[in-house]
């Protein structure tokens, strides 16, 4: 199993939304590299590959999710849950097949044609899980969900110019908030378009 | 099982402020199970509880290392045995009944067949049993009942040695204390002993 790409930059003190800009940019990444050869029922570390990438970035759309514009936010992450529903029900089967071979490996030879009937079954639900795996990848490709992922934290078009309000109090007052001051918090926050 | 909600999220305050009311709220809903999980018939209990495991384990893959004191990397793997082990269990729970309802189907049909061979017999004549439909699976098929039954037991055993293990060791009181730390304050203890 792949381990988890460190997160550059990521720290206690960051804040809440930019540590979501950045883990779920390398987790999105992470994501479809894992996505080659998962439809080869002869290369079934693949599956495992991605799926438990696709966990992680499901773990991490959840664990950020109070910083991220929830209407953008819901279609995405039900894809993500069905990709992961999907490739959970490929990787079942791909387990169970494995031990099941190991195990009629060590069976007498009455044993045997009753496991190796199990299997077929088995490899029967392996199959009909590789064609509902290849129907959600064929719609996470249509729907652009890649793109979705990247929409979630890009930040928000600039607003075009208006003329400034006159500032609220005296200037110099920590309480009138500047619009280009640049010692403000730039993106605290920004994520949430609600 | 729905994930609990977090309440006092604010994503403009700091990564690891917020990931501690996260992880406490995982780690509750981790603890919550308990004893009724102890309880080896708890199947769908036990499947729960492998869920919470998971997004507590994900959780903390996300901010042991940069948010949390150093124990949280020790219970995040703590966590991940557990949640691996429960996994086993849940496999032999899905795949025990599979195996029982195919074997149920193929007894079905091999008693269609005598039923049909009988006619309308007032008694049934014992060479007609012979040679019946399925009749060479039923040995691989209860061998492989009774691994699974007996290797369901074990993982069991093995998950309630664990858990005693973890409550032995206090895991959920030095996950708490782990999570109000921030490594800043560990590098300022290593600095004023020095």
């Known amino acids: 199993m792949a381990k ?26 992470e994501l479809f590299e894992h996505a080659a050869g998962v439809l080869d029922v002869g290369k079934i570390e693949a599956v495992h590959a991605m799926r438990v990438a696709t966990r992680r970035l499901r773990a991490v759309l959840e664990f950020y999710e109070p910083c991220l514009d929830r209407e953008q936010l819901r ?36 044993e045997r044609p009753g496991i190796e009937r199990f299997i077929e079954r ?16 064929a719609q996470i490709e249509q729907d652009g969900l890649r793109e979705r992922l990247a929409g979630l934290i890009e930040p ?5 110019e208006t003329v400034a309000e006159p500032a609220a109090g005296p200037i110099g007052d920590p309480a009138a908030v500047q619009p280009d001051d640049p010692e403000q918090p730039a993106r605290g926050g920004w994520l949430r378009r609600r | 099982m729905k ?18 009311r996260v992880v406490q709220v995982r780690l509750d809903e981790l603890y919550d199970f308990v004893p009724a999980v102890l309880d080896p018939k708890a199947v769908k209990k036990l499947h729960a509880m492998r869920i919470a495991a998971k997004r507590l384990r994900y959780v903390l893959e996300v901010t042991a290392k940069d948010c949390f004191g150093p124990y949280a ?5 703590r966590v991940r045995e557990l949640q691996d082990l429960l996994g086993e269990v849940h496999d032999c729970d899905i795949q025990l009944p599979r195996l029982q309802k195919m074997a ?18 007032v008694d049934l004549d014992p060479t007609l049993a012979s040679g019946l439909p399925h ?4 040995a691989g098929l209860a061998a492989l009942e009774q691994y699974l039954a007996v290797r369901r037991a074990l993982l069991f055993r093995r998950f309630t040695d664990i858990w005693q293990d973890i409550e032995r060791s206090a895991m959920r009181a030095r996950l708490e204390y782990a999570i109000a730390e921030r490594p800043a304050d560990g590098a300022q203890a290593v600095a004023a002993d020095q």
């Open chain 1, 4 to 29: 988890a790409r460190p997160i550059p930059g990521l720290s206690a003190e960051l804040s809440y939304s930019e540590a979501a800009v950045r883990t779920i940019e390398v987790r999105s990444a």
């Open chain 1, 75 to 110: 279609p995405v992450l039900g894809q993500v849950c069905d990709l992961a529903d999907a490739l959970g029900q490929r990787r079942d089967p791909d387990v169970e097949i494995l031990a099941l071979t190991q195990f009629a490996a060590g069976a007498t030879d009455s």
């Open chain 1, 122 to 137: 088995t490899r029967e639900q392996q199959q009909q899980a590789n064609t509902e795996l290849e129907a959600i990848l």
């Open chain 1, 156 to 160: 928000p078009a600039a607003e075009p």
């Open chain 2, 3 to 20: 994930a609990r909600k977090v309440k006092h999220i604010d994503p403009d305050g700091t990564l690891a402020d917020n990931a501690q």
């Open chain 2, 73 to 77: 990397l020790t219970a995040s793997k």
């Open chain 2, 104 to 121: 149920s189907g193929l007894s079905a049909e091999a008693t269609a067949e005598l039923s049909r061979r009988a006619g309308e017999a």
């Open chain 2, 135 to 138: 009749s060479e699976d039923w």
